[in-house]
């Protein structure tokens, strides 16, 4: 069932073929290209490359392509033999390490990690030195150098492993550490062990291929591919092939292996990024902007993304709007509803990905389904300000708070730096950030969820915004908190005469803080209505965001309403 | 070679679970009062306790030799009495515990012994020969540094655009290929690539720029497209991030998104990476010494193993993992004065 699967991917093909390629080579090699590579023919030493020995010969005049072939066993079973001693006793010290007590379990934590920050050759080196340069002693070698990656690895799978609830319960049943251990833990850290091991063996390939390389590993008259490289590296200037035949095996099986992990991780379906839908670029003209100019025309908007297919989907069917100078707009609609695309949308932030049409979507006579020319988008940084839902993430976490701030200002409005300063302590302490001076040279990790949330209304004032968007600012946030930024929403509002576009689920707080209020559902506008006539809602979804909030006087006997899902799609979503 | 060896590695280095050591630090953090200053000193014992690890591993190497050390070196035909005689200048006749006495003296007083096979000095030699691998791993850290942001920025940013498609495919592959190619294997083609076909470069000897033109490419090249990759993918998961949509919220240009609120986030990862990069890439330095006949402590291993020169092979695993290990701190120094959050305090 799995294996037809696997097939038909492009790794999953290569990795199937190399790996036959590489097993047949391994049992078959040495019994059909046997003679040919130990036939010396002191006629044709030292040959380049011909029809009859595509890799040339060697001092002997053997044929270098047989021998490269038959060096498949050796190389091979080597690395298998390496890696699973890497493996065994990795494992093992990994388990180990789990079961013991906490202080020696630190200690062995703690060597594991001095062992990893050597690098794996000097490891293998220091083992060989111990188990001289024999095939066997390299082999040794290059598998206790990887022990300590898998010990790591396995002491990092098993403490995730351990933690989760049914190894926990497993422990309350009476079941031993041991126990737990061997019928709990370690059957579900394979999977990933798996997925390693094919990784490391690819690895172990090219580090046993180096140590040979250098001499320490298989000896003559025995020879895998590095002694092969080896040789043939100093014979390059008569016969390069001689040195890159060789090479190209070890490339080859190095990949195979490498492919195998990735395969059975099953990640290797690599997602090529979208194809990006490509905008038309604004013309230079600029449209007269008064007062009195409508702050957002907006039309027939739809929105479509890419879906798991590549075919696109549309999420936001037909939505009109518009939003006079100074008026308090809310969109309010359940998840999936594409309340926060369409004012993705009106800011003209949508992603490569989004095919975005309309009929007209005009803020203050910049056309925003186009690419914005220098002018236009020195107003937008100006003029629009957005504020998003997650205030931990929405700000930058390695640039200070006034930094950010001043930016816009210090960019479009060509502010000097002591001017934007000013102004930034200036619209901290207009949303109620004591201490400005100071909070501007903190870091946002240095600021409460709230005060983020104000530092980012601020930094929308740092021009002369005429729209803000407000993408449901205070559902992170605790109700007292939400209060506090509300607030300073206000108070921005009032000292700009800005445009407001607030999203929320939330239709109580809507209505609180709007003067009209649009209903979204499934990607269309179900209702309109001023957000004083509110009682009046004719549409049954409306109705029903309304019955939905409690008040004091909701009977808390009987259960909260439920609104049933339009359908199969905004459950997915 | 010594590059995907750590990708496992990384993996498994960037997911921390033991809730031990974070309590401790806290503890520590708790004493010192600075997050970054918490870090270092951790970092500093690390390193103490290694390098302490490596001193009494060098020691005992000679000794888990299986059978006769002095024989082995000497070879089965060596006289009873030349073996008896090097055994007393080794001082491997003595009792155990004196031996160790002898050894640890002499290193304090910065004595590392004499090379059996040449009968120098093993500081000495070392001295002349680190030179070469220092300069050869730095420069060759400095272009994989280099290169690795341009090309990581860039095809990360055209990545998320979309908009080239079969180029970033392509970019990708390539790196992918580059990072699967050995460095030695790679120096054997740049030989040939460069020394033969057409002769640009010497293919080997020591001392004038165009010397270090080949190695220093042979040895950056799979760094430098591991470190490009590592940039690509922490490009394109910040880009991604809320704080990218807001600066472009802000309608800034271009390149202060990139430069100024996307790279400052990637440092913390890449460095970490560069690590990695750095210890292979004094490790690498082994190989390609050997390949291109420079005099560095890279060739002298090898050379010192083969010959089973025990004195020298101490000193030069010491030199490579004080190297190791000096290289972790520049990194974790370079981690402490450029995270912009502290994160390390966790790491």
Request: hydrophobic share 50%; net charge neutral.
């Amino acid at each position: 069932m799995r294996i037809p699967a696997l097939l038909r991917t492009p790794q999953g093909l290569a990795a199937s073929v190399g790996l036959v390629l590489v097993v047949l080579a391994t049992i078959f090699g040495p019994i059909v290209f046997g003679d040919l590579a130990t036939e010396r023919s002191i006629a044709d030493r030292q040959q380049g490359v011909s029809v009859g020995h595509p890799f040339g010969t060697d001092d002997l005049g053997r044929d270098l392509f047989a021998r490269v072939i038959v060096a498949t066993r050796v190389s091979v079973l080597l690395t298998l033999g390496a890696t699973g001693i890497s493996v065994v006793g990795g494992v093992l010290l990994g388990v180990i390490a789990v079961l013991l007590p906490s202080v020696l379990k630190r200690l062995v934590a703690g060597l594991i990690d001095i062992l990893l920050s050597f690098p794996w050759l000097l490891l293998a080196l220091f083992f060989s030195v111990i188990w001289g340069t024999t095939a066997v002693g390299a082999m040794l070698a290059v598998g206790f150098a990887g022990i300590p990656v898998f010990a790591r690895l396995t002491s990092t799978l098993a403490a995730s492993v351990a933690g989760s609830d049914y190894v926990r319960a497993a422990g309350m049943l009476g079941s031993g550490n041991l126990r737990t251990t061997f019928r709990h833990v370690v059957p579900n850290i394979l999977p990933p062990l798996l997925v390693n091991t094919a990784a490391h063996a690819s690895v172990t390939l090219l580090s046993f291929a180096a140590l040979s390389f250098l001499g320490l590993g298989v000896q003559a008259p025995e020879y895998d591919w590095g002694r092969l490289l080896n040789e043939g590296s100093k014979r390059i200037y008569v016969d390069p092939m001689a040195a890159i035949g060789p090479g190209i095996a070890i490339v080859l099986v190095g990949v195979v292996f490498a492919l195998l992990g990735e395969v059975f991780s099953e990640s290797s379906a690599r997602r090529l990024p979208p194809k990006a839908v490509r905008r038309r670029r604004s013309t230079d003209y600029v449209a007269p902007v008064t007062d009195a100019t409508p702050t957002l025309e907006m039309s027939d908007l739809r929105v479509a993304f890419p879906g798991r297919d590549g075919k696109m989907v549309e999420r936001v069917h037909g939505v009109s709007l518009s939003i006079s100078p100074g008026e308090t707009v809310g969109i309010v609609g359940e998840s999936g509803s594409g309340k926060s695309v369409t004012a993705s949308a009106v800011a003209g932030l949508l992603g490569p990905e989004a095919l975005v049409t309309s009929e007209r979507l005009m803020f203050r006579e910049i056309d925003m389904s186009a690419v914005p020319n220098g002018a236009e988008r020195r107003r937008l940084g100006l003029e629009q300000a957005m504020i998003f839902q997650d205030p931990l993430t929405s700000l930058n976490p390695a640039l200070t708070v006034g930094r950010q701030l001043r930016e816009a200002s210090e960019v479009h409005a060509k502010m000097s730096r002591a001017d934007s300063l000013r102004r930034a302590v200036d619209k901290l302490n207009l949303v109620r950030i004591p201490d400005a001076e100071r909070r501007l040279n903190q870091l946002p990790h240095e600021f409460s969820g709230g005060m983020r949330q104000r530092a980012m209304i601020a930094m929308g004032l740092m021009g002369t915004p005429r729209l803000i968007i407000a993408d449901e600012p205070t559902t992170a946030l605790d109700v007292t908190v939400q209060r506090q930024v509300m607030q300073a929403l206000r108070e921005a509002q009032n000292a700009t005469g800005a445009a407001i576009l607030f999203i929320s689920h939330d239709i109580a707080l809507v209505s609180g803080f709007c003067d009209r209020i649009i209903v979204m559902r499934d990607g269309v506008v179900v209702e309109e209505i001023a957000a004083a006539r509110l009682d009046e809602a004719q549409h049954p979804y409306t109705r029903g965001l309304i019955a939905c909030v409690p008040d004091m006087a909701t009977d808390r006997t009987a259960a909260l309403p439920v609104i049933a899902a339009a359908d199969e799609e905004s459950i997915t979503v | 070679m010594t590059i995907p060896s750590t990708v496992v590695t990384a993996a498994a280095a960037a997911t921390p679970t033991e809730p031990s050591p974070v309590r401790r630090g806290d503890r520590l953090l708790a004493i010192v009062g600075s997050p970054r200053l918490a870090f270092l000193l951790k970092r500093l014992a690390r390193a103490l306790v290694a390098l302490a690890l490596v001193l009494v591993a060098s020691f005992f190497m000679v000794q888990f030799v299986p059978g006769d050390p002095v024989r082995a070196a000497l070879g089965p035909t060596a006289p009873a009495a030349t073996v008896d005689a090097l055994r007393h200048t080794l001082g491997l006749d003595l009792p155990l515990g004196e031996q160790f006495t002898r050894y640890f003296g002499g290193l304090l007083h910065g004595d590392l012994g004499v090379s059996v096979s040449t009968q120098r000095p093993v500081g000495t030699t070392l001295a002349e020969r680190l030179p070469a691998t220092l300069m050869l791993s730095v420069v060759a850290f400095v272009v994989a540094a280099l290169g690795a942001f341009p090309i990581g920025v860039a095809t990360a940013v055209s990545a998320r655009g979309g908009r080239r498609r079969s180029l970033d495919l392509g970019v990708s592959s390539l790196l992918g290929i580059i990072i699967a190619i050995p460095n030695f294997l790679l120096a054997v083609v740049l030989i040939w690539l460069f020394s033969i076909v057409v002769p640009l470069a010497p293919s080997a000897g020591w001392g004038s720029p165009q010397h270090a033109v080949l190695p220093v490419l042979a040895l950056a090249i799979g760094p430098l497209a591991y470190l490009a990759r590592i940039v690509h993918v922490e490009m394109v998961r910040v880009l991604d991030a809320p704080y990218i949509t807001t600066a472009r919220s802000k309608r800034l240009p271009a390149h202060l998104i990139y430069l100024r609120h996307a790279l400052p986030n990637i440092v913390t990862a890449t460095l970490t990476a560069g690590g990695v990069v750095l210890t292979g890439l004094v490790a690498g330095t082994v190989l390609i010494e050997t390949v291109f006949v420079i005099p560095g402590i890279g060739s002298t291993i090898v050379s010192s193993i083969t010959t089973k020169d025990y004195p020298l092979i101490q000193g030069v695993v010491l030199m490579y993992a004080v190297l190791v290990l000096a290289a972790n701190l520049v990194i974790d120094l370079l981690l402490a004065a450029l995270d912009p959050r502290s994160t390390i305090a966790e790491a």
